[in-house]
């Protein structure tokens, strides 16, 4: 039982040097609300990482902790936000300490309206002749 505390602990240390290898950077504990998700994923990081890779940090996390609902793990279909700082969207390309914040929201992208109204159309499994197709018609010319 000793054993493995002190495996674990001795784990943590390299993981820790491994991310302060060849910087001068501080570490932030990192905690990401996924939206539909039960609790945040906490990690660290250095302040000068990007966005996109802490997003990609938080999806491996997230799959290797088996969460529910199943994101992928495409960087680019997440929305990322700080929540301290009124709901700031972060670009994917801006450094994480930027912010002096350490707790953040991650959503996934919806597509925009218009592409689900012309996936429907493009779909040709289902044609129907209600009051809906007519609108959507209309709409599409």
């Given at each position: 039982m000793v054993y493995t505390t002190k495996k674990k602990e001795m784990n943590r240390i390299a993981n820790v040097k491994r991310v302060m290898k060849g910087k001068n950077?501080?570490?932030?504990?990192?905690?990401?609300?996924?939206?539909?998700?039960?609790?945040?994923?906490?990690?660290?990081?250095?302040?000068?990482?990007e966005v996109s890779t802490v997003i990609n940090t938080t999806l491996k996390a997230y799959a290797r902790q088996g969460r529910i609902p199943v994101l992928g793990f495409d960087v680019d279909n997440f929305i990322f936000y700080s929540i301290n700082a009124g709901f700031n969207t972060l670009h994917p390309e801006e450094k994480i300490g930027s912010m002096d914040v350490t707790n953040f929201l991650m959503c996934k992208k919806e597509p925009r309206p218009l592409e689900k109204v012309e996936g429907i159309r493009k779909s040709k499994a289902r044609v129907g002749h209600g009051w809906k197709t007519r609108l959507l018609r209309s709409i599409l010319g």
């Open positions: 950077n501080k570490l932030l504990l990192v905690s990401v609300n996924v939206l539909g998700s039960v609790g945040p994923i906490r990690f660290l990081a250095n302040e000068e990482d």
